[in-house]
């Protein structure tokens, strides 16, 4: 069957096809420890389990709007509203089975065949995958990690031109741990207010902030009407499988993403919906608990991969990955991962699955258990050891 070409330029998350060959060596026989997923290994909260089955018992199971239910849009502004500082209406709004839907509709809705995107360069792949999809031109922005992986605001500024169409931010970031600061936000704002470039700020790890100040670009001055934020309930509320995100954006620009849903997915499922209401009007201790949980795994994981040979690892600001510098070992980070798959059992990502400027990195994923964590340090040193006499 031929498929049209536009098929050749989509990429995929690294992270499954990993999470899948361990799998099969799981099924072979081999224990392995998982640090290539970035999924919460909490469970859901029992609160929001129990509104799901209360909404399938009341017959929350047929269509809905195709922006969300107006409850839950009603409660996601409020939430936006109470934690960005800014007022947002149910109207700017729009809810969608999971947060990758927003990126994808808003690329889809804004970028044309040759316009320019700029992103952050190791960042989430789907970002480079649409932009290439839509035949726009990415434009990445190194993140580096002399400058705790922040945005390069002087080439920044290079870079954006009359061509540029559309600005990726992702604070904290996946999969450096970096978090964009005031002052960062505040240059990449005034930009982009100045040229009316609008900013999807990918925020989903909002909550998993543990020094610092948290700063979302929808409160900066001129970009009310320039931002489209992304959130969603996968990593706050262990509801990765649920499928549950949405954005905020002007409503001009909520009125096609919501037509974007209609061609697609018709609409997020209702009982989930309602179980989103109940996670955010709902007891927040377990959120703040897997937060500090996550801190308490990051410091035992950095610290653990800066005693290996040929690694060093930053302290990250945030969500709840660590990026260890391993040019130290003088190998490729692909050949790296696979011998840490093959050789230990861990499995792991290289640093290019989430762009070239990942080269020399790896991305290790913390949300695992303290004994899972020490076992793949364990067994980790060993390759580190063999790595370093060649």
């Known amino acids: 069957m031929n498929v049209a070409s536009r098929m050749l330029r989509l990429g995929t998350e690294s992270a499954f096809e990993v999470l899948a060959r361990a799998k099969a060596l799981e099924r ?16 859901t909260p029992a609160h929001i389990k129990e509104a799901a089955k209360q909404a399938l018992e009341a017959g929350a199971t047929h269509y809905g709007p195709s922006a969300g239910l107006p409850e839950l849009r009603e409660a996601i502004a409020k939430h936006v509203a109470e934690t960005r500082g800014v007022p947002v209406s149910p109207e700017e709004v729009v809810v969608t089975p999971g947060a990758k839907p927003i990126m994808f509709f808003t690329i889809l809705a804004l970028v044309g065949e040759g316009d320019e995107v700029i992103y952050p360069n190791p960042g989430f792949p789907i970002y480079e995958s649409v932009i290439n ?13 002399e ?15 009359a061509k540029t169409r559309l600005i990726i931010i992702n604070s904290p970031e996946n999969p450096t741990g970096g978090v964009l600061d005031r002052r960062q936000i505040e240059r990449i704002a005034a930009i982009a207010a100045a040229r009316g470039i609008p900013v999807l700020s990918d925020e989903i790890y909002r909550q998993f902030l543990y020094e610092g100040e948290f700063v979302s670009m929808l409160g900066m001055p001129g970009m009310r009407e320039h931002t489209i934020l992304l959130d969603g309930f996968s990593k706050s509320y262990a509801m990765t499988g649920w499928r549950l995100g949405y954005g905020v954006m002007p409503p001009p620009l909520a009125e096609h993403v919501a037509r974007l849903m209609v061609n697609s997915a018709s609409c997020t499922a209702s009982f989930v919906q309602l179980a989103g209401l109940a996670a955010l009007q709902g007891d927040q201790t377990p959120v703040a608990r897997m937060v500090a949980e996550f801190k308490r795994r990051r410091d035992l994981l950095v610290d653990g991969l800066n005693r290996l040979p040929g690694v060093r690892c930053a302290r990250p600001g945030g969500a709840f990955y660590v990026f260890p510098n391993i040019t130290g070992t003088g190998r490729p980070s692909a050949e790296v991962a696979e011998r840490i798959l093959a050789e230990a059992g861990v499995a792991v990502l290289s640093g290019t699955a989430f762009g070239a400027h990942g080269e020399g990195y790896l991305r290790l994923s913390y949300a695992n258990s303290e004994a899972n964590l020490r076992l793949a340090l364990e067994r980790m040193r060993p390759v580190f050891e063999s790595l370093a006499k060649r």
């Open 28 to 43: 072979a026989g081999r224990e392995i420890v998982h640090l290539e997923i970035g999924e919460p290994d909490f469970d």
């Open 133 to 145: 999809f839509v035949g726009g031109v990415p434009v990445p922005i190194p993140l580096r990690e």
């Open 147 to 161: 400058s705790g992986f922040g945005f390069d605001l002087p080439l920044f500024e290079r870079r954006v031109s």
